[in-house]
C-alpha cells in the first residue's frame, strides 16, 4: 500500500464547475496535510495546509480533512481553465517527519 | 529576490560523468532538502538536513552525496551518472515549528545520454 495515494486522472471538468480532488493516507498518526499544485515544467506551490478535521477555506479552494478515514480533499469551486495543473497531495509523517507525496491527480478545466 | 534557487535550471551530460547541483534559500529555513521527481511526476524526498545535519537519508545509491556547508546551502552531487539518474531534481527548505511547510525551488533537469 502507497503511503500518499491520489487517483492520477486526468480529471476533467467544464469551466464553472466543482473540482474535487481526493487523497488517502496510510500513516494514522500524520498531522499535517498539504496540497500543492503544479504547472507543467513548474515547481510545486503549495496551496493550502490543514491541521485539524474538518474544511478549510481559502478563496476558490477548500480542503477537508477527516482523520478517522484518513482522507484529505481539494474541492476547487468555479474551476478556471488556469486551475489545469497536477494538484499534489502531501502528508507528513506522524513517525518520521517526513513530508511525503502522492503521484498527483491531472486536473482538465475545459473553457 | 528567489526564495529558493538552484542552480542550474538544466544539464544534459554524459553516462559515467560526475555533475553537481546548487541550492541557496534567503528565507531564514533551518531545513532543506532534496526531491528527485521521475518522468510519472512521482516526487520522492531523498535527503533533508537541519541546521547542516544530515536528517533523512532515504534508500539511494551512494553515487549520490549532499553537503550542507551551512544552513542556507544544501548542494547535491552525483558521481558516475546512470541514465535513470535523468529526472528534475528539486531543493526545498522548510522552517521548524511552522508547520513545516516546504517551499520549492525551481527544479533542475538532469538528463544523462
Known amino acids: 500500500q502507497k503511503e500518499v495515494e491520489q487517483n492520477s486522472g486526468p480529471l476533467s471538468v467544464p469551466e464553472g464547475a466543482i473540482a474535487s480532488l481526493n487523497c488517502t493516507y496510510s500513516d494514522r498518526g500524520s498531522q499535517s496535510f498539504f496540497w500543492y499544485r503544479q504547472y507543467s515544467g513548474k515547481s510545486p506551490e503549495l496551496i493550502m495546509s490543514?491541521?485539524?478535521?474538518g474544511d478549510k477555506e481559502d478563496g476558490r479552494f477548500t480542503a477537508q480533512l477527516n482523520k478517522a478515514s484518513q482522507y484529505v480533499s481539494l474541492l476547487i469551486r468555479d474551476s478556471q481553465p488556469s486551475d489545469s495543473a497536477t494538484y499534489l497531495c502531501?502528508?507528513?509523517?506522524?513517525?518520521?517527519?517526513?513530508?511525503?507525496f502522492g503521484q498527483g491527480t491531472t486536473l482538465q478545466v475545459k473553457p | 529576490d528567489t526564495a529558493v534557487s538552484q542552480t542550474p535550471k538544466y544539464l544534459v551530460t554524459q553516462m559515467g560523468n560526475d555533475k553537481s547541483i546548487k541550492c541557496e534559500q534567503n528565507?531564514?529555513?533551518?531545513?532543506m532538502y532534496w526531491y528527485k521527481q521521475d518522468s510519472k511526476k512521482f516526487l520522492k524526498i531523498m535527503f533533508s538536513y537541519n541546521n547542516k545535519e544530515l536528517i533523512i537519508n532515504e534508500t539511494v545509491p551512494n553515487r549520490f552525496s549532499p553537503k550542507s556547508p551551512d544552513k542556507a546551502h544544501l548542494n547535491l552531487h552525483i558521481n558516475s551518472l546512470e541514465l535513470g539518474d535523468s529526472a528534475v531534481y528539486f531543493c526545498?527548505?522548510?522552517?521548524?515549528?511552522?508547520?513545516?511547510?516546504?517551499?520549492f525551488g525551481e527544479g533542475s533537469w538532469l538528463t544523462v545520454v
Open positions: 490543514i491541521y485539524s478535521n
Open positions: 526545498a527548505s522548510s522552517l521548524t515549528g511552522t508547520g513545516n511547510t516546504i517551499y
Open positions: 528565507l531564514g529555513h533551518d531545513t
Open positions: 502531501a502528508v507528513r509523517t506522524g513517525n518520521t517527519g517526513k513530508l511525503i
